[in-house]
């Protein structure tokens, strides 16, 4: 068995193993059952190759060269390492071996070719053995080479050293190609597990605010426009030095950046629980952060298009993963349009929002934190100015929404009956009619 097929039998058990971790597997096994047989049968009988012939009386030096050979029988002299690796420590019939490249040839060796030699001089069959050089001592091997080795002794026709390395590498390559498929089957399960957030959606901008609170947690936005492309951010206070991939605009009042460039591999939560979708800028998705309101946010207008644009907004906030710890208390009387929920309570009046067990002698609280307050009805001025005054000191936790107008809002929202907003002192010039469904678009997975 000579090593060229040894080689053509790794290649397809190494080809195999890159497919699949049981196909490697029984690959090299193959390779290893082969091994006791080739044994016994390499020196037996070698198989039928292409061989040639150098003429000229045998064991005069030739003025071939491995080039020239190669020229003559291949009919390209570039391709003569072809034949030194298939005939180099090949024991010739005068004794002698080819060791090196620059080593003169002699007349009657014999060279066995690759396949698809076609000169009329090449020969087809089993090439002729050494015979007993009748006085002449064969060439001496330089002193830093082993000794040649006759072809189809010891393992697959390779030298015992090279057996060994490729033995062990088999081992090594039936164990790391099977934990390298595992690896990458795992990571691209992963990656189908974590899909791509649809351009120009809530999940676009949660990527950006994670990574904008890893780099710049001072950043206090407002409002936020949700492009195909890019997301824009509404600061207050302006911050004119952004870091990548952030582009400052206006002073530092508005900060954009590519879709593509945020990290997805940035983990926490986003920080904004509060964030509630009021339409659409010339298409892009604008959402604001009612947390930010110095204030009461007040929704007036057609009064049945505000009470759905509160729901909406409790919809859309009670879905988020980063109102998970979030209070919400709706003042007023029950309604169908409040579904039963652990994270939403419905009260008849203010005083469980404004009284809490433990806050001192008054039994008011000083700031309201992590809670959102819907007011569906008509509340005493004095219990409105706390509930904005509550508000206002929440630092960004806390937001306090009426439907109707009160005279000490802080925010108004303007709702027509079609659902379109006019946010005032926010500068969103929202599109006009709104998107059907425009609110609340595909939140719940």
């Given amino acids: 068995m000579s090593g060229v097929f040894v080689r053509r039998l790794l290649r397809t058990a190494f080809a195999c193993a890159s497919r699949t971790a049981g ?3 029984l690959a090299v096994a193959a390779v290893f059952l082969l091994l006791p047989l080739s044994v016994g049968t390499a020196s037996a009988v070698e198989p039928s190759v292409p061989y040639w012939v150098v003429p000229g009386e045998p064991g005069a030096v030739s003025d071939l060269t491995l080039p020239g050979v190669a020229d003559r029988v291949l009919g390209d002299s570039q391709r003569w390492p072809e034949i030194l690796e298939l005939n180099q420590g090949r024991i010739q019939p005068d004794g002698s071996a080819l060791m090196d490249p620059a080593q003169p040839i002699r007349a009657g060796w014999v060279f066995v070719l690759p396949e698809g ?4 001089e090449i020969r087809v069959g ?24 006759a072809d189809g002794g010891g393992i697959l026709g390779l030298r015992p050293v090279t057996a060994t390395w490729v033995g062990v590498g088999a081992v090594l390559l039936a164990v790391a190609v099977p934990m390298l498929i595992m690896l990458v089957r795992r990571r691209r399960a992963a990656v189908a597990a974590r899909p791509a957030p649809t351009p120009g959606s809530r999940q676009v901008l949660d990527r950006a605010l994670r990574q904008l609170t890893a780099q710049a947690a001072q950043a206090k936005v407002y409002a936020a426009l949700i492009g195909p492309e890019q997301v824009s951010l509404r600061l207050a206070p302006a911050l004119p030095d952004a870091p990548p991939p952030w582009r400052a605009r206006q002073q530092g009042a508005i900060w954009e950046a590519p879709s593509l460039q945020f990290d997805e591999s940035v983990d926490g939560g986003d920080g904004l629980p509060l964030l509630a979708t009021v339409g659409t800028v010339e298409g892009e998705l604008a959402v604001v952060n009612l947390g930010r309101a110095p204030g009461i946010v007040a929704l007036t207008g057609d009064p049945v298009a505000a009470m759905r644009t509160a729901r ?3 919809d859309e906030i009670g879905w988020h993963a980063a109102a998970a710890s979030l209070t919400v208390s709706v003042v007023g009387p029950p309604s169908p349009m409040w579904p039963p929920s652990e994270q939403v309570r419905v009260v008849p009046d203010a005083r469980p929002v404004l009284t809490s067990p433990g806050d001192g002698a008054t039994g008011q609280p000083d700031v309201l934190h992590d809670h959102l307050v819907l007011v569906t009805t008509t509340l005493p001025q004095a219990e409105l100015e706390q509930l904005g005054a509550l508000a206002a000191a929440s630092v960004g936790t806390a937001a306090v929404v009426v439907v109707g107008d009160v005279p000490n809002a802080a925010w108004r929202f303007e709702v027509d009956a079609d659902g379109t907003l006019d946010v005032g002192v926010l500068g969103l010039d929202l599109d006009s009619p709104a998107p059907s469904g425009r609110l609340v ?5």
Avoid: H, I, K, W
């Fill in 126 to 149: 089993t090439p002729p053995a050494a015979r007993p050089n009748e006085g002449q001592q064969p060439d001496a091997p330089p002193v830093d080479r082993p000794p040649p080795v």
């Fill in 441 to 445: 678009p595909n939140l719940r997975r």
């Fill in 312 to 314: 909406a907004f409790l």
């Fill in 23 to 25: 196909g490697g597997l």
């Fill in 117 to 120: 030699a076609t000169s009329g």
